[in-house]
């Protein structure tokens, strides 16, 4: 079993800047990639930044140059630092883990419960 905690997130004028964590534990073998997906009302869940166990990143479009992903030292953490938000932002954030269990030898994704982010004009 894994658990993907999130913290952060909450209310914000547009321009300004929120952080997001993500812990992972429970019987973890490895993590391969850790990441951050968003949802808005009405929308598709859409990828927001991506961060492998070697440290590639891969961001959205929308995003680049204003969100920045990383990763602990322990490894089963990642942050998501939002600076320049703007109400299009506003959704939920939810975290992922691609993670090798020590019962399985395969990887299977894991997500968070999802934390708000809500940008104000």
């Known amino acids: 079993q894994v658990q993907l905690v999130e913290s952060g997130g909450g209310l914000v004028q547009a321009g300004g800047s929120l952080g997001l964590s993500c812990a992972a534990s429970g019987s973890i073998l490895s993590i391969n990639a850790m990441g951050w997906y968003r949802q808005a009302p009405g929308k598709q869940r859409e990828l927001v930044a991506l961060?492998?166990?070697?440290?590639?990143?891969n961001y959205a479009d929308s995003v680049k140059g204003r969100f920045t992903i990383s990763r602990g030292n322990a490894k089963n953490t990642a942050s998501l630092q939002m600076n320049s938000l703007q109400p299009e932002d506003t959704a939920v954030y939810y975290c992922?883990?691609?993670?090798?269990?020590?019962?399985?030898?395969?990887?299977?994704?894991?997500w968070g419960q999802g934390t708000q982010v809500t940008v104000s004009s």
């Open positions: 992922t883990a691609n993670v090798r269990t020590i019962a399985t030898t395969a990887l299977n994704d894991y």
């Open positions: 961060i492998t166990n070697v440290g590639s990143t």
